[in-house]
Nanobody, 122 residues
Framework: QVQLVESGGGLVQAGGSLRLSCAAS????????MGWSRQAPGKEREFVAA???????YYADSVKGRFTISRDNVKNTVYLQMNSLKPEDTAVYYC????????????????WGQGTLVTVSS
């Protein structure tokens, strides 16, 4: 099974940008659909973005047009480029993976990273 390690979180002002990275190891990265979810303080975890094995992309309405998910199957890494950040984007961001495909990633992925904190100040 793949193991996931996120990086790139931090503090940014509203309107700024951050790029999150998720490095995968331990299995065949290209066989997994990948995604990002987030959990804000006091709220339930929510889907943010997902990418299929072949590069098809899906986004939550709240981030569409501002966030971009991508993957590099040579570097075994998935990225989340976040632009025009808002205070409501503040959350712990989790990378996730599922060999069953993107629907599983969006619903209840089988593998999760430890998370990286993103804080957007107003």
């Amino acid at each position: 099974q793949v193991q996931l390690v996120e990086s790139g979180g931090g503090l940014v002002q509203a309107g700024g940008s951050l790029r999150l990275s998720c490095a995968a190891s331990g299995s065949i990265f290209s066989s997994y659909a990948m995604g990002w979810s987030r959990q804000a303080p006091g709220k339930e975890r929510e889907f943010v973005a997902a990418i299929t094995r072949s590069g098809g992309r899906y986004y939550a309405d709240s981030v569409k047009g501002r966030f971009t998910i991508s993957r590099d199957n040579v570097k075994n890494t998935v990225y989340l480029q976040m632009n025009s950040l808002k205070p409501e984007d503040t959350a712990v961001y989790y990378c996730n993976a599922d060999h069953r495909g993107v629907v599983a990633v969006m619903d209840s992925a089988e593998v999760w990273g430890q998370g990286t904190l993103v804080t957007v100040s107003s």
